[in-house]
């Protein structure tokens, strides 16, 4: 069992307590991270005139050996190495002798990991940054192809009020956006260097803090040593926006799921990200979406368990902190996935508009719109409001919608009805009425795909 502190001990760690306690099967995924936090920690020592010229360049080039034989296979990450840091140093020795034994100076396991974690967590943020704003893409060019998709919009999942697709895709564009700002925001909170922090109150050596931050593309160093090693913020932070964003994907796949239902289709999905039934030929399951809204959960759990694990513990680091790694890589692995199949998803599924149309006339959603044509004619609001429940009723009764009916019929419950009605209540006539700015009108919804074409363009 290879070991960075068995000084102390006179006797060898019981197996259980050893894999109870090692992390090398998880945080193995840091390895990249070690060797560039490593190189950057050997490069500060050396211009701090704490390590010569040699030490550094053979630490450096026995780094690199390392990393090299990593990547072609030459070298396994394997067990009998308590973590990653344990690996790459006990390598590094072997390869380039007591030189490699100064690797560690001015550093603690403590930095050492809470840097690895947070050059890690940066780096997935910014492949995360990258996936949504290809779905915010995708949903941009969406809107653009669907602004005269008539549908019906929804409350109480009732029928309510003729939309636009483009208008309730553009609901899905504004959520993301507010994801994508949010990870930014991260971005710039995480992004400060706790190496150098030592164990806990950093090292009396004479380190150049800002210059090992500036080479590893921070902004700063931390300013508090003991909040350097503890400091689990940024992951919690992270995992609650991973949670939001989770939490809009599966909103949209409920309702993918629920449009290509038998009942609406009003969307049809791609072989490519639908699955068939073993006993039932007829089947195509929206499989995808029902996995994404499944997969929700797991994303919360892992913000819940790394709330609950840090509530009670003490300054500075505590042990328990390394139960942030495993559910914040599977919660990680888990978004990215998700984004990535659930914009394939959408980028592929064709759309119904004659079934949109005809649900949204089916559905009565041009009823407030003939209440409002009474008000226009000087019948009180109220008064209107119960002019059309009658019509709505006489609809039902009839099995027809409000625009087959006859202007007899329409006189018969109101004599305020006139041809015009039929304009009124038409769905163009619903929908291109309503341009101020977030609705579905096209003067509005030009205005909002213009200023989101000018945002998709800015972003970083």
Not at 315 to 326: F, G, V
Request: glycine letters at 6%.
């Amino acid at each position: 069992m290879a070991q960075l502190w068995g000084g102390r001990f006179t006797k060898e760690t019981d197996q259980l307590v050893y894999n109870f306690n090692a992390s090398i099967s998880f945080d193995q995924k840091f390895f990249s991270q070690d060797i560039r936090g490593s190189k950057a920690h050997v490069t500060m020592l050396a211009a701090c005139g704490i390590l010569t010229q040699e030490e550094k360049d053979s630490i450096l080039t026995g780094l690199d050996s390392i990393a090299k034989d990593v990547a072609d296979g030459t070298l396994a990450i394997t067990s009998e190495y308590e973590d990653i840091h344990s690996f790459v140093e006990a390598n590094l020795i072997a390869r380039i002798g007591d030189a490699g034994k100064k690797l560690h100076t001015g550093r603690s396991r403590n930095d050492q990991v809470a840097l690895d974690m947070r050059l890690y967590c940066r780096d997935e943020l910014v492949e995360t940054k990258a996936l949504v704003k290809e779905l915010l893409e995708t949903l941009h060019r969406l809107m653009k192809e669907h602004t005269d998709t008539y549908m019906p919009g929804f409350t109480h999942l009732q029928k309510a009020q003729p939309v636009t697709l483009a208008h309730h895709l553009g609901a899905y564009m504004e959520m993301f956006k507010r994801d994508y700002s949010r990870l930014t925001d991260i971005y710039q909170r995480m992004n400060v260097c706790p190496l150098g922090s030592g164990a806990l109150a950093g090292t009396t050596y004479p380190l150049d803090r800002e210059l090992t931050a500036q080479l590893l593309e921070f902004d700063a160093p931390c300013l508090n040593s003991m909040d350097g090693v503890s400091d689990r913020d940024y992951v919690i932070e992270m995992l609650s926006a991973f949670s939001t964003i989770m939490m809009h994907l599966s909103r949209f796949s409920e309702e993918i799921i629920i449009w290509n239902s038998n009942e609406y289709q009003f969307v049809e999905l791609d072989d490519a990200y639908s699955t068939g039934s073993s006993i039932m030929p007829q089947k195509k399951n929206p499989d995808i979406a029902e996995l994404v809204r499944g997969k929700t959960g797991r994303v919360y759990g892992a913000l819940t368990s790394l709330l609950t694990t840090m509530k009670g513990i003490p300054l500075a680091y505590n042990k328990d902190m390394q139960e942030d790694k495993e559910l914040t890589f599977d919660a990680i692995d888990t978004v990215k996935g998700c984004l990535s199949l659930f914009n394939g998803m959408i980028s592929t599924m064709r759309f119904n508009p004659d079934k949109m149309r005809a649900s949204a006339k089916n559905g009565f959603t041009n009823a407030t719109d003939a209440a409002d044509y009474l008000v226009n004619h000087g019948v009180p609001f109220r008064d209107a409001h119960g002019i059309v429940g009658q019509l709505v009723l006489y609809c039902i009764d009839k099995k027809i919608a409000l625009d087959d009916m006859s202007m007899e019929e329409y006189k018969a419950i109101s004599p305020v009805f006139e041809e015009d009605i039929y304009d009124a209540i038409s769905m163009e006539t619903c929908v291109k009425k309503r341009n101020t700015i977030g609705a579905p009108g096209p003067e509005a919804m030009e205005k909002v795909i213009a200023q989101n074409e000018a945002y998709l363009k800015q972003l970083s």
